[in-house]
């Protein structure tokens, strides 16, 4: 085992440079599974598909007979919330009223499309969520998690009012009730093969 360094954007950015990735890093071998644990943050909405199909057909191993043999997992934060003290909430709330951003990286519809995609007849395509809290004594440090949600995926530049303001509404609503800044995560998975019977897919 060894570790590669690169921009998985440029490294799997077409079908001759994943080729040549496998080729080079892997020693041309498959892999049984591929995590994008909140990378997807950093690769636009529109090359998803593309990265996906990539991935699915050039790097996931392969093998005959019955069961899912390689697995993609990716996980990322809902992008929408009505629970005001969510990640979801304060990054559509902030972010979205002062740079006009709006969140389209959604796990949920993403999965839909994968299921109308030929490239994954064969996949078994499945959406699961959690939720994880977090909280800690330290405002600073409270805080710090808040300012690495709400300046993803590029460095948004809030202005002395608008820092005074997140930092205060955190301060009044969340932390010093002791109430735990929570997050709604959304995991994908693509089990390439094995694909269950629609009745056993809807159980």
Not at 20 to 30: E, M
Not at 75 to 91: C, E
Request: aromatic fraction near 12%; avoid cysteine; proline fraction near 5%.
């Amino acid at each position: 085992m060894r570790l590669v360094r690169g921009d998985y954007g440029k490294l799997l950015g077409s079908d001759a440079a994943t080729l040549r990735f496998r080729k080079r890093a892997l020693g041309g071998r498959r892999v049984t599974l591929v995590t994008l644990h909140h990378s997807l943050y950093y690769a636009p909405r529109s090359a998803w598909p593309g990265l996906f199909r990539r991935i699915y057909q050039h790097l996931l191993a392969t093998r005959p007979g019955p069961g899912p043999t390689a697995t993609i997992h990716a996980v990322l934060m809902s992008p929408r919330s009505d629970d005001r003290a969510s990640t979801s909430w304060l990054y559509e709330s902030f972010a979205g009223r002062y740079f006009g951003v709006v969140n389209d990286q959604d796990l949920r519809a993403f999965a839909g499309e994968l299921r109308r995609d030929p490239t994954f007849a064969d996949a078994q395509v499945e959406v699961r969520s959690t939720v994880v809290d977090f909280f800690v004594d330290d405002f600073a440090l409270f805080m710090a998690v808040v300012w690495m949600i709400l300046l993803y995926p590029n460095v948004h530049r809030y202005g002395p009012e608008q820092r005074i303001e997140i930092t205060e509404y955190v301060y009044r609503e969340l932390w010093s009730r002791g109430r735990p800044l929570v997050q709604r995560q959304d995991h994908l998975i693509v089990y390439r093969g094995g694909k269950r019977s629609r009745a056993k897919a809807h159980a």
